[in-house]
């Protein structure tokens, strides 16, 4: 069971650890200091919860892979995150559009995982739900924000919403080497989360006045390893100091 | 209007900050922010991310009245020759130590 348990750690980490990055280009970028301060906050939670999960990932392997290792010296096709994850961080609507949406499915997986039977994995999921809680309060109060504000934070808030929605699905993909894990009380099955995940983001689009996109395509390929050229770029720059220093101390 | 001008900057707020259930909330520091709401997130990332607090308030900064220099004499000197405001006279009994 430690490979598909590895495989499953490495979803969980890999989706905190290039949201994570991402999020930390905003720094020193962000419209206000406020939310300069608010996003990197985001995004060392997001890296947190994915130290803790690829360090785990790492002793389940056993092959002696800690989570620096797992995060600097594996490659696009090793990546196992969500395509949603990786894409350029646009606009802060596209920003916050894709917080809201990943974070409130962080809150429906940490608060299933919580109960699980394996205690690390139920122990980082009591942690990150209560940080994951405040990313979707942020998120969410801005998509609100910017969805019923002026024409031009409509305008782009919507556009955030149709470039990101094709995305969501892929979220809900339960993969199959994972039905025994779940069978065991180990891990969640994320299909069970999508009810739950529209019913929010429904309401919240509404107080929004925005509108979800009907019956779009549904990308998918990151939790296999297939990516957009986008990841290359994004570890290219990650993993320059660690590749071009291995076993660096500072 | 420049981005950061006074006309289009969003309306201030004071931060208040409680270190620990029971202690009083202390002024921390103030965010721009579009509502309360907005308020109180603000100033939770940028007063209370490293444990400072387990409560905030934030007030708009525009219900603060404060007293101006001109009031310095008329509010604060007459205390200083009024030797009988302050409670130094008072014998403090045996067995309180707490001065």
């Not at chain 1, 598909?4 to 969980?12: N, S």
């Not at chain 1, 917080?99 to 039977?117: D, I, K, M, P, T």
Request: hydrophobic share 40%; proline share 5%.
């Amino acid at each position: 069971m430690s490979a598909p348990l590895f495989d499953a750690l490495l979803r969980l980490g890999d989706d905190r650890l290039v949201l994570g990055h991402r999020t930390s280009e905003w720094c020193g970028h962000a419209p206000i200091l406020e939310e300069d301060i608010a996003l990197a906050n985001i995004a060392l939670d997001h890296i947190g919860q994915a130290n803790l999960l690829l360090q785990y990932a790492g002793a389940v392997e056993g092959g002696g892979r800690d989570q620096d290792a797992l995060a600097y010296f594996r490659d696009a096709i090793e990546y196992r995150n969500a395509l949603i994850c990786e894409l350029p961080r646009g606009d802060f609507a596209v920003t916050i559009a894709r917080h809201f949406f990943h974070g409130l499915y962080s809150v429906l997986q940490w608060e299933a995982l919580s109960n699980s039977q394996d205690a690390t994995i139920a122990g980082i999921a009591a942690k990150a739900l209560k940080e994951s809680r405040y990313h979707v309060r942020h998120a969410g109060e801005w998509v609100i924000r910017l969805g019923d504000g002026t024409d031009e934070s409509h305008a782009r808030a919507q556009a955030a919403v149709h470039l990101l929605w094709p995305y969501t699905g892929e979220l809900f993909l339960q993969p199959v080497d994972e039905s025994a894990l779940v069978a065991a009380g180990l891990t969640a099955d994320v299909s069970t989360l999508e009810g739950a995940w529209r019913a929010t983001v429904d309401d919240v689009l509404h107080r929004a006045t925005l509108t979800a996109p009907d019956g779009v395509w549904m990308q998918r390929g990151g939790r296999a390893g297939r990516h957009t050229e986008h990841l290359g770029h994004l570890l290219a720059e990650m993993q320059i100091v660690a590749r071009s220093h291995p076993g660096a101390q500072w | 209007m420049t981005p950061n001008s006074p006309e289009r900057s969003w309306p201030l707020w004071e931060v208040f900050t409680q270190g620990r259930d029971g202690e009083p909330h202390q002024h921390a520091g103030s965010v721009h922010a579009t509502d309360a709401e907005h308020a109180l997130q603000n100033a939770r990332d940028v007063y209370a991310r490293r444990n400072e607090a387990v409560n905030l308030w934030v007030v708009p900064s525009a219900a603060i009245t404060a007293s101006t220099p001109e009031d310095m004499g008329p509010f604060f000197d007459p205390a200083n020759d009024k030797a009988y405001r302050h409670p130094q006279f008072y014998k403090v009994p045996k067995g309180v130590k707490v001065f």
